[in-house]
């Protein structure tokens, strides 16, 4: 029964799971927070005595207050260190990346995480200008990014250093390695009629998400039925009421029941 239900909330963000303390206490005992990276969801629960769940919602990315707030360095729009850690305990930083990758490693990274067609002049650009002063603030990295690449590319659509801080960002929380087995284990922690969803925001989350729901349902035990054959994606009149929605894809499979997978 809803009254009876309870919410478990997991994040890696001190920051996010005190907002959500003080948001959600109004619920009391119906919600627990954890602290942890949603890949280890199945031992989280089982820390606090949940061993299946009637659902669960994955939220992938950065957040907007983590995006908004410049001394985390995820945001190329205002100044601040090159961090990126959404767990800020975490072991490496984005400078150390941009200060310590060897030239090939730094430019296949920008390439494969960012999709970033200029990846080996920025690479080069970086590498050059390490040389002479770490980089250690995102405008200092930005201004980089800007010189290594045409004019026409530095004034188009999107901003030229979305791509390589998408990169940046992913590699240091390691957040593409991580989806296909927190999905797998979320089905299993799932009851029959049970249902993922999953929000993605670029291509790279969504391609992975998608074959990877889509294995779950193709195998010959199938576990789940993807009920979303295209990803769900925000009207209009969302994007406008929140512009960051503009990219979001939403994904949903449910449990089959047991006897369909035996």
């Known amino acids: 029964m809803a009254?009876?239900?309870?919410?478990?909330?997991?994040?890696?963000d001190d920051e996010a799971l005190t907002a959500c303390r003080s948001?959600?206490?109004p619920f009391g005992q119906r919600v627990r927070l954890l602290k942890g990276d949603f890949v280890e969801v199945k031992p989280l629960l089982q820390s606090v005595d949940v061993h299946s769940v009637d659902g669960v919602l994955f939220d992938l990315g950065v957040s907007s207050p983590?995006?908004?707030?410049?001394?985390?360095?995820?945001?190329?729009?205002t100044d601040g260190p090159l961090d990126m850690r959404m767990d800020q305990t975490g072991p490496r930083t984005a400078a150390q990346l941009v200060n310590g990758l060897p030239e090939v490693e730094l430019a296949d990274m920008i390439f494969e995480y960012g999709e970033e067609r200029f990846s080996r002049r920025i690479a080069r650009a970086i590498v050059q200008a390490r040389a002479l002063k770490a980089l250690a603030t995102t405008q200092e990295l930005v201004a980089v990014i800007k010189g290594a690449v045409p004019a026409a590319y530095r004034h188009g659509r999107i901003h030229c250093a979305t791509?390589?801080?998408q990169a940046l960002r992913i590699a240091v929380n390691r957040e593409l390695?991580?989806?296909a087995p927190a999905i797998r284990d979320a089905?299993?922690?799932?009851?029959p009629g049970g249902r993922l969803a999953?929000?993605?925001?670029?291509?790279?989350e969504d391609r992975i998400v998608k074959h990877t729901l889509r294995a779950l349902a193709d195998e010959p035990q199938a576990q789940v039925r993807v009920l979303t054959k295209k990803p769900q994606v925000?009207?209009?009149a969302e994007c406008r009421e929140n512009p960051r929605a503009r990219s979001a894809k939403l994904r949903v499979a449910e449990r089959l029941p047991q006897e369909c997978i035996q």
């Open 177 to 179: 390695d991580v989806i």
């Open 234 to 236: 925000p009207s209009e």
């Open 23 to 25: 948001r959600l206490a």
């Open 198 to 204: 999953v929000i993605s925001f670029h291509s790279l």
């Open 66 to 77: 983590q995006l908004d707030d410049p001394r985390r360095g995820f945001s190329f729009q």
């Open 163 to 165: 791509r390589t801080f």
């Open 3 to 12: 009254g009876q239900s309870t919410l478990v909330g997991i994040d890696r």
């Open 187 to 191: 089905v299993d922690i799932l009851r």
